[in-house]
């Protein structure tokens, strides 16, 4: 697995990259940046801080987010599969109309999500998870 600096990532972004494989990004401060429609697939972000980060229309797969950092982070219109989110800070997140299949919440910290009638939640582990407020979008 390759590890990225930040600046080569976001370069690499900026440039009209949108396919990451096989990467190591974790630890790194992602808070902020517009990601939409990024494909990520078996990609590390364990530790990485993605708060108020555009991810709409994402693409997860086997991804490893523990201990990630998710504060009103927009997940709408992503696609998560094999993704574990363990131990992670979820507060503010915008799961509308998302999926999420084989996600590991185990451990997480759910505050305030936001979800809509399309939000599709499939095998999603949520054994020992921590939760506060649901709030479904109108």
């Known amino acids: 697995m390759l590890k990225l600096r930040l600046s080569e990532f ?3 972004y900026s440039l009209g990259e949108r396919y990451f494989s096989y990467i190591d990004l974790s ?3 992602l808070s902020g940046l517009n990601l939409e429609d990024i494909n990520f697939l078996v ?11 555009n991810l709409k229309r994402a693409n997860f797969k086997n991804v490893n987010l523990d201990h990630a950092y998710l504060e009103r982070t ?3 219109e992503a696609y998560l599969r094999n993704v574990s989110i363990k131990g992670s800070q979820i507060n503010k997140v915008d799961l509308t109309d ?7 919440l185990s451990q997480a910290y759910l505050k305030e999500i ?13 054994v020992e ?10």
């Open 74 to 76: 927009d997940f709408s």
């Open 129 to 138: 998870v921590i939760s506060e407020k649901f709030f479904e979008d109108k």
């Open 10 to 12: 976001k370069q690499r």
């Open 27 to 29: 630890s790194l401060d």
């Open 43 to 53: 990609v590390n972000l364990q530790g990485t801080n993605l708060q108020e980060t």
């Open 98 to 104: 998302s999926t999420l299949i084989n996600v590991n």
């Open 114 to 126: 936001y979800y809509s009638k399309l939000t599709k939640l499939r095998n999603c582990f949520e």
